[in-house]
């Protein structure tokens, strides 16, 4: 087992503090950088605590307090200081909405624990036991984190998570040198940061629904409408989709298209207080919808792959897995389904990697060219 004393944290309130913090990790080569936060009923996570370790010194950063964001925005985009988090996409949605920025650049050790051959999707305790044999409490997970004051449980939990995700950062990332894959970490980590800051344009929502592909064409204009509409006002008055209407409710509301409160209260999930706030809404998108032309109606979606298109697909995975295997990387992270899915559906784009999707190409490309280029299908 590990031995360490963590150090004690200082907890930074006030603008002047932060920005004497920040003078002095812009001097780091490497800070680690966790945030605790709430998000049951918003749609972006609201921010209770950011946690910074610099290999001396754990800081505590009050986001409810602090006014002045500006040195830490610095921190986080300076290209010479390397960010190390744990399953950071929602530490990233978080720092790019309430902080108007996209961190860069950053290092996740979960995903640098897949391509180090430690283990895939591993949360952060089981990979802190794995790596160091100390065995993190998992009391405060679920904390209130916007409480004032803090607990000192809370406070020793968020401490830990930055202290431990020092030597952890360390022994990956000697591990993934050593491998010749720190560029592919460094590659995923960036495209996930600008993917994340991208994110679904409101009226590209709808193909994200569950199920969407079973409708037909004006259903699906339905839908695409109903879920612009909620994404307007989800994000503006930030509440989570589901406090607006659910993905389930729109769904069905696509497929009977109600035209009146009467049949929308038949719904199941349709809540009361809903179906009076948005009730006339709805149904005004709904009769809207009814009234396009046919020419302005979204293009059905891709339905499940088709049982010689899933035939495919596992000929394609098996033979990157021969890739994989040696590499004791999982095939996932070589090759992720969705872009997989496309070759399986259009086999004939094997034979040219330069139009393969944008997720198959860099070092993805180099790796798996050889072995899908020359695989043929009998059509």
């Known amino acids: 087992m590990t031995e360490a004393i963590m150090p004690e944290y200082e907890w930074v309130a006030d603008n002047a503090s932060l920005a004497r913090c920040c003078k002095r990790w812009l001097k780091r080569q490497s800070l680690m950088i966790d945030t605790e936060f709430e998000r049951t009923q918003t749609f972006y996570p609201r921010p209770g605590l950011i946690q910074v370790y610099d290999g001396e010194q754990i800081t505590l950063i009050d986001p409810l307090k602090v006014t002045d964001m500006a040195p830490l925005r610095e921190v986080l985009t300076d290209p010479a200081v390397l960010k190390a988090v744990h399953s950071g ?13 996209t961190p860069q650049p950053l290092f996740d050790t979960q995903i640098a624990a897949a391509y180090a051959g430690v283990g895939q999707g591993m949360g952060f305790q089981r990979l802190v036991e794995s790596l160091t044999g ?16 803090l607990s000192e ?14 030597p952890v950062f360390e022994e990956l990332y000697a591990k993934l040198q050593t491998l010749g894959r720190l560029r592919w970490l460094l590659d ?24 969407a592909w079973q409708l037909k064409p004006r259903e699906l204009a339905i839908l695409r409408d109903l879920c612009d509409w909620r994404e307007g006002i989800a994000r503006s008055q930030d509440l989570s989709r589901n406090m607006v209407m659910p993905d389930r409710v729109l769904f069905e509301v696509a497929k009977r298209k109600p035209f009146k409160l009467e049949q929308l209260m038949g719904i199941e ?16 998108i709904v009769e809207a919808v009814r009234a396009l ?40 992270m070589l090759a992720r389904k969705r872009d997989l899915e496309v070759l399986a559906r ?9 139009k393969w999707p944008v997720g198959l190409q860099g070092w993805r490309g180099e790796l798996l060219s050889e072995c899908l280029s020359s695989l043929r299908f009998n059509e």
Not at 274 to 279: A, D, E, F
Not at 316 to 325: K, L, M, S
Request: with cysteine.
């Open 89 to 101: 996409s929602e530490d990233v949605e978080l720092f790019i909405h309430r902080l108007a920025i």
């Open 134 to 149: 100390t065995v993190l409490s998992k009391e405060q997970t679920r904390s209130d984190w916007l409480q004032r004051p």
């Open 153 to 166: 449980a809370q406070c020793h939990y968020a401490s830990e998570d930055v202290f431990w995700l020092l």
């Open 188 to 211: 995923d980590t960036s495209e996930q940061v600008a993917q994340i800051a991208r994110g679904v344009a409101p009226q590209d929502y709808y193909a994200k629904v569950k199920m």
């Open 269 to 284: 999930g349709a809540r009361a207080h809903l179906v009076k706030r948005h009730g006339k809404t709805v149904l005004a």
């Open 293 to 332: 032309p046919d020419e302005a109606l979204p293009p059905a979606l891709p339905k499940p792959l088709s049982k010689s298109a899933q035939q495919r697909l596992n000929t394609i995975r098996g033979r990157i897995d021969t890739v994989a295997e040696p590499l004791n990387v999982p095939v996932d």
């Open 346 to 354: 259009r086999p004939e784009l094997l034979a040219l990697p330069d």
